[in-house]
């Protein structure tokens, strides 16, 4: 997720090139070869142009440019691309920023490209998944990977406090967490990093009640649901299961969960690849997977991940929409699986043998089919900061959980306020 | 051809160029500051409203806004005497006659300014680590208990000041270093032969001799302070709990996370006048100020 400095000052000379090479390109609007542009951001930036290279030599009538960008600072460079008129053609775009992007008019709605492809099929995607792209029934993108939260855990440790099994419900999980908190009080039984909001949203989904109304207007941090999800996280600390640290205060979650100083762990996909690479080796058969529990039974999970879209302001739409297809393609995306970890959107690519194989992945397949969408407003991740310093300023006691609820809420709102005017003047769809 | 104007030709290019990329800017962030201009106006200039000194009433009102000033504050009341009390002790060391090697401790002591802030700032967080770090290994040596320094609020800002301190106190060193080997050997010399010890000497030759320099850094470096971002950025990211949130980080948060490029214009603005009247306040307290 940190890419090198020296990224960032190659992407400056990038985006100069780019500069002057639109300045060509404009010149000559009858240019025989389209030049595609793609933003890719951090680890699948670099595995792509490999993936697109067949891609690239069955296709030699397009000039395919695929430039990378830090996930640090991809978000900034969007909005910035997106106001200074210098968009790429596609883009592969955090699920959680398509609201964003939406609002600022910059995206291609692809549905009747959707309807009319042999190869990019509705029905084969995780239904939480597809969601993710949608914005008022209008589909903006194409899911390409996805990421989503759920438990990793320390068998040996969970074996030792009496249980042979992952937790399936809160109430066994809590038994579980006890339990193994008994063993050495020195140690955690989980590690829920305070600087984090994604274990919180995750369980926060698993209510009824969702963060933000159907009118996508008013917040509704003060259900009795989301109380309940949020009782159950602070007493986690308040019982001394979970340390208070950000995970800037441990020396790193892998040599940390690797000495046992906590045994569960919520995270998404790309700890897998991590976990096989620095765990040491004494403990690496002592680990796996599990979907994350819900308040009664399995529960829900957050839609996450990224997809690949195209922008409205592309002259090049046909063009990119064949890179799109290609890239979802159940056989490409077993490949990129390989190459990255990536786990992929379509239920046909988890029946290939290089994934369906992968015993980590397993859970993840389970809780894909039970993913939801963190609320699609442009002020989401904004509000969700809000949570984070909330829980946190509760979990130090600076104030209880009640008022923490109130003013997340109050504060909730303030964010969303320009968007109830724009709604309710009707200039926003 | 009037003299009169003769001036104002040389100073054109100079003037024309601060017009353009200083004064125009303020200005057009002044105006910003006076709307909504957030994301959805980004999308659509229709969707931007002229909302007078709301965003300034707002800010007023908002108890982060205060938290972070308060933050501010903390951090300037703590950093700039420690500051500038370690940059004169060390002039002074450098300057004495029985210090040996003065360029290569020179060379060290300015060595924090020049190296980037990044790399310093992940040394310091080993350093301060509550488990592993050396500065509670060796406070635990001395029989206290280790400190969580980068996750109790308490004190979160107390290691921001040390790593801040280290980070800048060669450059207002240096100035002073300079002021001090500008004093007429003359005078210590003079005074000696009338029988003037250590203290006296500092007191009636150096401190007078320094004073302006001392207040031209002291300003200097109150401004500095008072524009707290990077230290916080890269060591605690505002945290624990908001505890070493400063203005500017909240004004970073506001315009370039959440494009509201209204508000974090407000937030400058405020931001503006807290060191324009900090430093009139500076100027007026000491009279003997050259400036």
Request: glycine share 6%; charged share 15%; net charge neutral.
């Amino acid at each position: 997720m940190t890419p090198g400095r020296s990224l960032g000052s190659r992407l400056v000379y990038r985006l100069l090139w780019c500069v002057c090479l639109m300045a060509v390109v404009g010149c000559d609007t009858h240019s025989p070869r389209p030049v595609v542009r793609f933003w890719a951001i951090g680890r699948e930036g670099e595995v792509l142009e490999e993936l697109l290279r067949p891609f690239s030599q069955a296709h030699p009538e397009m000039n395919l440019k695929i430039e990378r960008l830090p996930w640090t600072g991809a978000h900034a460079k969007l909005l910035t691309a997106v106001a200074g008129e210098s968009t790429p053609d596609i883009c592969q775009l955090g699920n959680t920023w398509v609201p964003e992007l939406v609002a600022l008019k910059a995206l291609m709605p692809v549905d009747g490209l959707v309807s009319e492809s042999a190869t990019v099929t509705r029905t084969d995607y995780f239904e939480g998944i597809w969601a993710t792209t949608q914005m008022r029934g209008v589909t903006y993108a194409v899911p390409w990977y996805v990421d989503t939260r759920l438990l990793f855990y320390r068998k040996d440790i969970l074996k030792r406090a009496g249980f042979d099994h992952p937790p399936k419900d809160w109430a066994e999980w809590d038994q579980q967490l006890v339990a193994i908190k008994r063993l050495n009080p020195k140690n955690y039984s989980i590690f829920l990093p305070l600087n984090e909001f994604e274990p919180m949203v995750a369980l926060g989904l698993q209510q009824a009640t969702p963060f933000i109304d159907e009118a996508h207007a008013n917040a509704q941090f003060n259900s009795t649901g989301f109380r309940n999800s949020m009782q159950f996280y602070m007493s986690l600390f308040e019982r001394d299961l979970a340390s208070k640290m950000t995970d800037q205060q441990i020396s790193n979650v892998w040599t940390e969960f690797g000495r046992g100083f906590f045994a569960f762990y919520i995270s998404g996909p790309w700890n897998i690849t991590e976990f096989k690479k620095r765990l040491p080796k004494e403990v690496q058969d002592q680990w796996s997977t599990a979907p994350l529990p819900g308040p009664h039974g399995a529960g829900e999970s957050i839609a996450g991940g990224a997809s690949l879209a195209i922008f409205k302001n592309s002259a090049h739409a046909k063009e990119a929409w064949a890179v799109v297809e290609y890239l979802s393609q159940p056989a490409v995306q077993e490949r990129f699986h390989e190459l990255t970890g990536d786990l992929p959107p379509r239920r046909s690519t988890w029946l290939r043998p290089a994934i369906a194989n992968d015993p980590y992945a397993v859970a993840f397949r389970t809780q894909l089919e039970r993913v939801k969408p963190t609320p699609r407003v442009p002020e989401w991740e904004q509000i969700a900061t809000e949570l984070r310093v909330l829980a946190e300023h509760v979990v130090l006691g600076d104030y209880d959980l009640d008022e923490g609820l109130r003013r997340l809420n109050d504060n909730a709102n303030r964010i969303l306020a320009k968007r109830r005017a724009l709604l309710a003047d009707g200039v926003l769809l | 051809m009037n003299a009169r104007f003769n001036g104002w030709w040389f100073a054109a290019p100079a003037v024309g160029i601060l017009m353009v990329f200083f004064f125009l800017p303020i200005l057009a962030a002044f105006a910003l500051s006076l709307t909504d201009f957030d994301i959805y106006a980004l999308a659509d200039i229709s969707r931007l409203r002229f909302i007078g000194l709301k965003n300034y009433i707002d800010l007023l009102s908002t108890p982060l806004f205060w938290k972070a000033l308060g933050n501010t504050c903390w951090f300037v009341l703590l950093g700039v005497p420690l500051s500038l009390v370690t940059s004169i002790l060390m002039a002074l060391l450098l300057s004495s006659a029985w210090v040996r090697l003065k360029g290569f401790w020179r060379t060290s002591l300015f060595v924090p300014v020049v190296t980037t802030l990044v790399g310093s700032a992940l040394v310091f967080r080993y350093l301060l680590h509550t488990r592993y770090g050396l500065i509670n290994y060796s406070l635990s040596q001395l029989g206290f208990s280790p400190i969580d320094w980068l996750g109790n609020p308490q004190y979160s800002m107390p290691a921001i000041v040390l790593f801040a301190v280290w980070k800048n106190f060669g450059y207002n060193m240096v100035i002073l270093l300079a002021a001090i080997q500008a004093i007429p050997i003359e005078l210590y010399e003079a005074a000696q032969l009338d029988g003037a010890g250590p203290w006296q000497r500092f007191w009636h030759i150096t401190r007078p001799g320094i004073a302006p320099t001392f207040t031209f850094v002291g300003i200097l470096t109150v401004a500095g302070y008072f524009q707290l971002f990077a230290e916080p950025y890269v060591m605690t990211q505002g945290g624990p709990a908001q505890s070493t949130l400063s203005v500017l980080y909240l004004l970073y948060d506001e315009g370039f996370k959440w494009w509201n490029l209204g508000r974090a214009s407000a937030i400058a603005f405020l931001l503006f006048l807290i060191i324009y009247v900090v430093t009139l306040l500076q100027r007026r307290l000491s009279p003997e100020s050259q400036l």
